[in-house]
């Protein structure tokens, strides 16, 4: 069996399973936030169990709409609140926290080969760390948050091997946009998304958690990353106690759908151009785009890695005119180191608004929301229509390099000419 299969089996009890075979899995850990959980908790409340099946395996994040900036948003909030006092469920609340899929690894409710649902899409992230997580919808939270049981079908596996290493200014956001531009945003429908080889050997835990990010947007079930000495080291004193990985590894025999390699060598900055995360071009090939506003944050490269590669290229310089520059580091810690290491000064000295931990811009949210006819270039995840704001606005994916590139030039700009 491959990881994914393998962390399937233990947890619904068998030996074995098989790609197509449905199971009935035990959870190690259900998360909901602030705009899915709300039904999640509605759902719940009508299933007739008084309590959850375990208060301890449970998270609750305050992050999408925070701090709340509507009445009703406001009502939701005391909604989740008041849900997590009368269970006793931990609660990252306004200020304590950051984006959930951050502040989840970052706070120890994530150790290798652990099933985890969120409710919401980018719950794969988790993956990086060698679990299986997965979104789900806010009725299956709920079903969850009373049995500690969910089915899944077994996903099939595509196995992306990756070798080389990357250029300056070249990143994992880069690979994941040129993957899914390969693969096409159905390329992985219910799949599992394995990245292996050399380069994601020598990745970060930051970088990884980038890819698995992406996993869904080429409609993975999930994505995952076999644990290592790198998710040992930032684990430990994280989480109460590490399993062994030693039995978290792909069976010599492991079968695969299929594996289709890359090479990163020479890779060059990728954009994802409207309105589709698969209509990537090289940044060399979008032409003379001008935009209106930069985004550099969310939970796909929100964490200190990317922060001080946008800092390095913005440093001593000035965000160009008539651009609006928002920073959102992931969570509370990021935000803080970010803080400590001179970052957050570098990036409003060159003209950026720096604002709390939270989801911020990324699905329309209360701030930096787009007019008709702007355009915004964004590290984050998706460039759906009307995903910032107006539908009659374009967004772009590109990495922080290249992200902080462009607010300076006013233009999508490739951060290898700018001089550092």
């Given at each position: 069996?491959?990881?994914?299969?393998?962390?399937?089996?233990?947890?619904?009890?068998?030996?074995?399973?098989?790609?197509?075979?449905?199971?009935d899995a035990n959870l190690d850990m259900v998360m909901i936030h602030d705009l899915t959980g709300p039904l999640a908790v509605e759902a719940f409340q009508k299933i007739g169990t008084s309590k959850v099946w375990d208060n301890t395996k449970i998270i609750v994040?305050?992050?999408?709409?925070?701090p709340a900036e509507s009445v009703k948003a406001a009502e939701?909030?005391?909604?989740?609140?008041?849900?997590?006092t009368e269970q006793n469920i931990k609660i990252y609340d306004v200020g304590r926290g950051g984006i959930c899929h951050q502040v989840m690894p970052e706070q120890g409710h994530v150790k290798p080969g652990d099933v985890i649902i969120g409710a919401d899409s980018h719950t794969c992230t988790y993956g990086a760390f060698g679990s299986f997580a997965t979104g789900v919808g806010s009725t299956e939270a709920a079903a969850a948050m009373a049995t500690g049981k969910i089915w899944f079908k077994v996903p099939s596996t595509i196995r992306i091997n990756t070798k080389g290493k990357f250029q300056k200014y070249v990143t994992p956001k880069d690979l994941i946009l040129h993957i899914i531009g390969t693969l096409g945003v159905d390329g992985a429908i219910y799949k599992a998304v394995e990245f292996t080889g050399p380069t994601i050997k020598a990745m970060t835990i930051a970088g990884r958690m980038t890819l698995c990010n992406m996993a869904v947007e080429m409609g993975a079930k999930n994505g995952i990353i076999t644990p290592d000495e790198t998710t040992n080291e930032f684990l430990t004193g994280?989480?109460?106690?590490?399993?062994?990985?030693?039995?978290?590894?792909?069976?010599?025999?492991?079968?695969?759908?299929?594996t289709v390699e890359f090479d990163v060598s020479k890779m060059e900055p990728q954009v994802a151009c409207p309105s589709s995360v698969d209509n990537v071009k090289l940044v060399n090939e979008v032409g003379n785009v001008l935009i209106?506003?930069?985004f550099i944050g969310s939970c796909t490269n929100g964490r200190l890695e990317d922060l001080r590669l946008a800092a390095q290229v913005m440093k001593g310089k000035t965000v160009k005119a008539g651009v609006r520059t928002l920073?959102?580091?992931?969570?509370?810690?990021v935000?803080?180191?970010?803080?400590?290491?001179?970052l957050l000064q570098i990036f409003t000295q060159a003209g950026a608004m720096v604002c709390g931990s939270a989801c911020g811009p990324c699905l329309g949210g209360h701030i930096g929301l787009l007019a008709a006819g702007e355009t915004c270039i964004t590290t984050s995840n998706r460039n759906f229509i009307g995903r910032m704001g107006s539908t009659k606005a374009n967004v772009y994916l590109a990495s922080p390099a290249t992200v902080a590139a462009s607010a300076i030039t006013g233009k999508i700009t490739n951060p290898q000419e700018i001089k550092v």
């Amino acid at each position: 069996m491959n990881l994914t299969e393998k962390i399937l089996a233990k947890a619904s009890g068998k030996k074995d399973v098989h790609p197509g075979e449905i199971i009935d899995a035990n959870l190690d850990m259900v998360m909901i936030h602030d705009l899915t959980g709300p039904l999640a908790v509605e759902a719940f409340q009508k299933i007739g169990t008084s309590k959850v099946w375990d208060n301890t395996k449970i998270i609750v994040i305050l992050d999408h709409q925070i701090p709340a900036e509507s009445v009703k948003a406001a009502e939701l909030h005391k909604k989740m609140r008041q849900f997590s006092t009368e269970q006793n469920i931990k609660i990252y609340d306004v200020g304590r926290g950051g984006i959930c899929h951050q502040v989840m690894p970052e706070q120890g409710h994530v150790k290798p080969g652990d099933v985890i649902i969120g409710a919401d899409s980018h719950t794969c992230t988790y993956g990086a760390f060698g679990s299986f997580a997965t979104g789900v919808g806010s009725t299956e939270a709920a079903a969850a948050m009373a049995t500690g049981k969910i089915w899944f079908k077994v996903p099939s596996t595509i196995r992306i091997n990756t070798k080389g290493k990357f250029q300056k200014y070249v990143t994992p956001k880069d690979l994941i946009l040129h993957i899914i531009g390969t693969l096409g945003v159905d390329g992985a429908i219910y799949k599992a998304v394995e990245f292996t080889g050399p380069t994601i050997k020598a990745m970060t835990i930051a970088g990884r958690m980038t890819l698995c990010n992406m996993a869904v947007e080429m409609g993975a079930k999930n994505g995952i990353i076999t644990p290592d000495e790198t998710t040992n080291e930032f684990l430990t004193g994280r989480v109460k106690k590490m399993p062994d990985i030693k039995i978290l590894q792909n069976d010599k025999d492991a079968e695969y759908e299929k594996t289709v390699e890359f090479d990163v060598s020479k890779m060059e900055p990728q954009v994802a151009c409207p309105s589709s995360v698969d209509n990537v071009k090289l940044v060399n090939e979008v032409g003379n785009v001008l935009i209106d506003q930069v985004f550099i944050g969310s939970c796909t490269n929100g964490r200190l890695e990317d922060l001080r590669l946008a800092a390095q290229v913005m440093k001593g310089k000035t965000v160009k005119a008539g651009v609006r520059t928002l920073v959102i580091p992931a969570s509370q810690e990021v935000w803080k180191q970010a803080n400590d290491e001179g970052l957050l000064q570098i990036f409003t000295q060159a003209g950026a608004m720096v604002c709390g931990s939270a989801c911020g811009p990324c699905l329309g949210g209360h701030i930096g929301l787009l007019a008709a006819g702007e355009t915004c270039i964004t590290t984050s995840n998706r460039n759906f229509i009307g995903r910032m704001g107006s539908t009659k606005a374009n967004v772009y994916l590109a990495s922080p390099a290249t992200v902080a590139a462009s607010a300076i030039t006013g233009k999508i700009t490739n951060p290898q000419e700018i001089k550092v």
